[in-house]
């Protein structure tokens, strides 16, 4: 989506996640449209895949908080998909 918010949100995202895991390199977000609402998916290499999840999935909870609160303010609606 080329929408300067959801840009914004794309970036955010892909800089967090590339501080959370060891291979940077392999960290992507490609943005789907369902509807009113673009879905932000998050692909990290297979071994990082925890370190973004998080114990009891207490970092994935938080990306997705700052997404949705980031999104609001911005007046777009987004979510955030972890892709395994």
Known sequence: ???APTAGLVEMVTAL????VDHPDQVRVDTDSQG???VLNLYVAAEDLGQVIGRG???A???RLIVREA???TGVRVSLEIVD
């Open 1 to 3: 989506m080329s929408d």
């Open 17 to 20: 996640a590339k501080g959370l």
């Open 36 to 38: 009113e609402t673009t």
């Open 57 to 59: 999935g207490r970092i």
């Open 61 to 63: 909870r938080a990306l």
């Open 71 to 73: 999104a609001f303010r």
